[in-house]
C-alpha cells in the first residue's frame, strides 16, 4: 500500500498529488514514469514521475480528470492509499552533450507536467533553456513559476490570447527560429497532433528533437505489445524502448489512430450507472 501524502488541485481538472514511495523516488529520474492501480479491481494507469523528493522518499504525480480512472483517483486524499504503484518505469532522458548549448523544452496540455522536470534537468547541467507553454486560456495555467526558475526564458502562448500572446507553441517556436536562435536540441512533450507539429518545424530546420510518447499502455514490461509504434520504420515499444524517441523518426499518423482505439468503451464506462450497469 502507498500512501497519499499531499493532494493540490491545480485547476478545476488537474491535480497533483505526492505518494510515499522511497525506494521509487530514490531511483527515478526525468523522463521516467510509474503505473499505479487504486484497487484490486482498478485499471492500470501509467503516469509520469513529474518530480521526487529523496530524502522524504515521495514521488509526484500529475493527472488530469479525463477518465474513470483518473476522476476515482481524485476522489482520493491525503492520507489515504493506492494499491500498487510501480516504477521507475521506462528510459531515463538523455540529456549529456548538452551542458552549455542552447536548448528548447516545449509543453502543451497536460505534457507541461513532464516538460517541467526535463527542464529542470537541463537547466541543471548548464543549458541555456528556452521553455515554450500553451494554454488555452489564462484559466488554465500550471506550474508557472516552477517553470520560471528552470530557464533561462519563458514563452508562454494561449489559444484564446487571455495572457497578451495568442497563439500556439508553434507560433511561438516559430518566432525564435525566424530571429536567428539556434537550438542544438528541442524537447516537445504534449497532445500528438502539438508534438507533429513541432516535429515538422524542426525537420526544416534540422534540429534534434525528443518527444515523449503516451501510447496505450499495460504492463509496463513490453510483454503486451499495446504500447508499440513504429519509429524510423522499425516497431518500439514505449515503455521499454521509450517513452523518449527522435521525433522525427516517428510516424504519428499510426500514433493517433491508435490512440483513438477505445475511445467509444472510454465513453461508455464513464457514463455507466454503478449500481444497473447500464450506459447513461
Known sequence: M??????????????????????IAKKALPGQFIILRIDEKGERIPLTVAGCDKLAGTVAIIFQKVGATTQRLDKLNAGEYLLDFVGPLGKPSEFDGYA???????????????????????????????????????????LVDELQNACNNLYVMTDDGSNGH????????????????????????????????????????????????????????????????????????????????DGRQVDFEEAIVRSRMYKKEEAEILHRCNLTGEVR
Not at 103 to 125: S, T
Open 166 to 245: 495568442k497563439g500556439f507553441v508553434t507560433t511561438a517556436l516559430r518566432r525564435q527560429l525566424d530571429a536567428g536562435v539556434k537550438y542544438s536540441l528541442v524537447v516537445a512533450i504534449g497532445p500528438l497532433v502539438m508534438m507533429r507539429a513541432v516535429c515538422d518545424l524542426t525537420k526544416e530546420a534540422d534540429i534534434n528533437t525528443i518527444i515523449s510518447m503516451n501510447p496505450i499502455m499495460i504492463d509496463g514490461t513490453g510483454m503486451c505489445g499495446c504500447c508499440r509504434l513504429t519509429v524510423g520504420g522499425q516497431t518500439k515499444f514505449a515503455c521499454v524502448d521509450g517513452p523518449d524517441f
Open 2 to 23: 502507498f500512501r497519499i501524502v499531499r493532494k493540490e488541485p491545480l485547476h478545476d481538472t488537474v491535480t497533483l498529488m505526492e505518494i510515499e514511495a522511497p525506494r
Open 100 to 142: 552549455g548549448k542552447k536548448v528548447c523544452v516545449i509543453g502543451g496540455g497536460l505534457g507541461i507536467a513532464i516538460a517541467y522536470p526535463q527542464a529542470k534537468a537541463l537547466h541543471a547541467i548548464g543549458a541555456d533553456v528556452d521553455i515554450i507553454v500553451g494554454f488555452r486560456s489564462t484559466d488554465l495555467f500550471i
